[in-house]
């Protein structure tokens, strides 16, 4: 860490446009990290513990073991079948957003293991058009928790969206009926649902998924809300409290189980995970591993994980 | 009846003054001008027909936002036989932005829940204009569960700009409230029938408008955000309403054409703010059908069908 403390000191950006290169800066209190560094520690502050936004693949590698990902459904992709056209055409932001991120939509769904518990796990793309929900985010999830209904298995969500894709009309209001039916299914069948909230997310996605999960855990500071702040400001003419709508706002009043830090989340799913399946494990046929195995790899992975954080905290 | 005047219908409200006044001089004058007059009032009738055969959609939601629209209790009063209202949610409070009760339409015992905007100014402050609290959401689907228990069937009136946005509502959970409802909604073993009868906008019109048959009536709107909230996001600049609302496609129409809602209910002519009996009446035959049909079906049954339902909405390539 010494090394890089001094590196710090001594490189000055020269110029705005070397910046994003090799060096990010932290807004909340302008730490100017290597971004090396930053992905070391899972994308967050080693001053103030800020969480960066992250991407899929970002999670994907922090959260799975093995940073390995099975995705399925990954060639469903958006139509514009209203001609939406605002400033930009919906088509036009559609092509953007593919050839930004590289992805078809703002979700990806696939298979993974978590210190060997499989699961469906679903992780939204909030630099794909604001993580909107339309069409394709919608019959992803349903498909999802269809997956995770045959073959037994918990559902994961991990959020980041502005909310409903306005660009989709009232088709896109539809997808949180149509996300919300197949939960409730799953629920009913007993499987666990645990909703992972990430900055920021908000309306259509808070007012369904997001907020029905069975274990709902929050990213530290993450913005987590029904109506956005500009709006509430608007309406009701005032300033808004300091931490309003922040993922700590959100435990306060009740509407998260916790906020875990990012490099802490993958344990606390496991802990929630261990407890929901003791008693649906034996249901998991379709499942590689048996129990035996599933707590033989945890017990490898343990330890494991715990030398990474020692690493980290040098 | 109306004294407020949409944009649009000026030509007629000229037109009908003009006969009122030549009706009052050959009255007063005692002039024999029946033939003028029958033929000025054959006139005005078209020009309504013709100009509300064509309102855009703009206009409508003009229509769907007239002062002098019926709201929820001016239908339930129209329809139910009998209505015992119920109020809170038995955790924080009452929403009087949100009806709900247990009646009789007919012979059919069933539960109504509505949005309730307000008529005078204190009326307006008192029903919030009509923007619910996670307290009536959650009133709603207390007063669903009842329903649920006793096998009666649910009626659900969707009339609202949108759930509030406000302090208070983000510190009880407006976002958990609404889905909590959809998630139960989607699975309760009664039938539901809802009715746009205004305003649908968004998740505060969804948390109480998951059903098994969704109408709407013929001038009001139903989408995902508010014209001027669209508007202000995606042109940065409210006025731009009017093409947001174009762009959206938010009327009874355009939902039926994508498969949203299931049928668009005829409005008396001008509007159901010129004839609420006859609003209500036409309303009254649409839930008593739909709900003859639904109650052939086991409640499985219906829970499938209304999963269904959703899954089948959305559009995309593969
Ligand atoms: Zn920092």
Known sequence: ?314 | MSEYTLEFEKPIVELERKIREMREYSQSENVEIADELKTLEQKAEKLRKDIYSKLTRWQRLQVARHPQRPYSRDYIERIADSFVEMHGDRAFGDDPAIIAGIGKVGDRKVAIIGHQKGRTTKQKLHRNFGMPHPEGYRKALRVMKLAEKFKRPIICLLDTPGAFPGIGAEERGQAEAIARNLFEMTRLRVPIVVIVIGEGASGGALGIGIGDRVLMMENTWYSVISPEGCAAILWRDSTKAEQAAEAMKVTAHDLLELGVVDKAITEPLGGAHHNYDESARVLKEHIIAELDELQTLEPEQLVEARMEKYDAMGFFNE
């Open chain 1, 1 to 314: 860490m010494s090394w890089f403390k001094r590196a710090t000191k001594g490189i000055k950006p020269q110029t705005k446009k070397e910046m994003p290169e090799l060096w990010l800066k932290c807004e909340p209190c302008g730490e100017i990290i290597y971004k090396k560094k930053l992905e070391e520690n899972s994308h967050v502050c080693n001053k103030c513990g800020f969480h960066f936004r992250i991407q899929s693949a970002d999670y994907i590698r922090y959260l799975l073991d093995d940073g390995q990902f099975d995705e399925f459904n990954a060639n469903i992709s958006s139509v514009d079948f209203l001609k939406f056209k605002a400033t930009k055409k919906y088509s036009d932001q559609l092509k953007a957003a593919v050839k930004k991120t590289g992805h078809n939509d703002a979700i990806r769904t696939g298979f993974g293991k978590m210190f060997g518990h499989e699961v469906v796990m679903s992780i939204m793309d909030f630099s794909f058009i604001g993580g909107s929900m339309g069409s394709v985010v919608g019959e992803k999830i349903a498909r999802a928790a269809d997956e995770a209904l045959n073959r037994k298995l918990p559902l994961i969500i991990i959020s980041a969206s502005g909310g409903a894709r306005m660009m989709e009309g009232a088709i896109s209001l539809m997808q949180l009926a149509k996300t919300s039916a197949r939960l409730a299914k799953l629920s009913e069948n007993g499987l666990p649902f645990i909703s992972i909230v990430t900055d920021p997310t908000t309306g259509g996605v808070t007012a369904s998924y997001a907020m029905l999960g069975d274990v709902i855990l929050a990213e530290p500071g993450a913005l987590i809300g029904f109506a956005g702040p500009r709006v509430i400001k608007q309406t009701i003419g005032q300033d808004l409290p300091d931490g309003f709508q922040r993922a700590e706002f959100q435990l306060k009043h009740g509407f998260v189980d916790a906020v875990v830090p990012r490099d802490e989340m993958k344990e606390k799913i496991r802990d929630v995970l261990e407890f929901c399946s003791d008693g649906a494990q034996s249901s998991l046929p379709n499942g590689e591993l048996s129990n035996e195995e599933v707590e033989k790899l945890a017990a490898i992975d343990l330890p494991l994980a715990g030398d990474l954080d020692q690493e980290q905290s040098n």
